[in-house]
């Protein structure tokens, strides 16, 4: 967002930019982890998206975990997040 709004690029040049760069970010990690554990390439590379939606639902709890123990808690209107499960 910065390139749009500081340096006035257009939006497409802003979103190809960001989408490059996470594919340069993403794809080499992604190649090595399925080298390194002897999965199929582009069985990995058909779950890309999905690493997104991951991302979206981490956005989520992070902000709900932030909003609830800084704020809720204080105001003793929340008792917290008192139960830990630990996904994978």
């Known amino acids: 967002m910065l390139l749009t709004t500081a340096y006035h690029e257009p939006v497409p040049r ?3 930019w960001w989408a490059g760069a996470e594919l340069f ?3 080499p990690a992604l190649l090595y982890a399925a080298r390194r554990r002897r999965l199929p390439i582009t069985q990995v590379l ?3 998206p999905f690493v997104y939606l991951n991302k979206a639902v981490n956005l989520y709890y992070a902000w709900k ?3 609830v123990e800084l704020i809720l808690v204080p105001l003793r209107l929340s008792r917290g997040l008192v139960i830990y499960e630990k996904g994978r």
């Open 14 to 16: 802003t979103l190809g």
């Open 25 to 27: 970010l993403t794809i």
């Open 46 to 48: 058909l779950n890309l």
């Open 65 to 67: 975990a932030l909003l």
